[in-house]
């Protein structure tokens, strides 16, 4: 996706520790029409699929979430990170570990909202580990439900959270694919 990658080349900044900062566009200040754009790309990439609900994680996967599930038509459900007053029975959850944060948080989602027989695409900012998506995984099979594909706006392909996914069985579509943040800049899988 063109429009993404200049974003991550115009406004990216590489931190220590292979950390790619990318808040002013995705995850902290966020461009609509970028946002409008990564909804229609993974609504193409999945159009086959036959999704019934998209699933998230708070907070930064909500608004590619949302605009993917705006352009499917189809409900966002995002798992919770935060402890809530009125989430506390009827709940799947799972651990999962925060590359980014150093922690680990139980995400919990309503059984509610997932059920057996959906189809359900998960939807996340970005993939090192693969820990969110897995754990999002985890709580669809606890529903009964099925994982039709995993899409990922930003890949860190030199960890190893995709092979780890694919490995699992998923359907994985990244919408930019980083090679490396050596040296501080920023290669692109299909990049020399």
């Not at 970028?34 to 609900?53: N, R």
């Amino acid at each position: 996706m063109e429009l993404l990658r200049q974003k991550v080349i115009n406004e990216g900044i590489v931190l220590e520790g292979q950390v790619l900062k990318v808040d002013s566009f995705l995850n902290h200040q966020m461009d609509p029409l970028l946002m409008k754009e990564i909804g229609k790309a993974f609504t193409q990439l999945f159009a086959d699929t036959g999704v019934t609900t998209i699933l998230t994680i708070e907070s930064s996967g909500i608004a590619p979430g949302i605009m993917t599930a705006l352009e499917f038509g189809v409900p966002l459900i995002f798992a919770r990170k935060q402890k809530s007053l009125t989430l506390t029975e009827d709940i799947f959850v799972e651990t999962v570990y925060s590359y980014t944060k150093k922690q680990s948080n139980d995400i919990t989602v309503s059984k509610k909202f997932i059920k057996p027989g959906d189809r359900v695409l998960i939807i996340d900012d970005f993939l090192a580990n693969g820990e969110a998506a897995s754990g999002l995984a985890r709580i669809v099979k606890q529903a009964g439900a099925e994982v039709v594909g995993i899409g990922i706006v930003i890949e860190k392909s030199f960890q190893p959270g995709a092979q780890l996914l694919i490995d699992e069985g998923y359907r994985l579509e990244s919408l930019v694919r980083i090679r490396s943040l050596d040296n501080g800049q920023v290669q692109f899988v299909d990049t020399p």
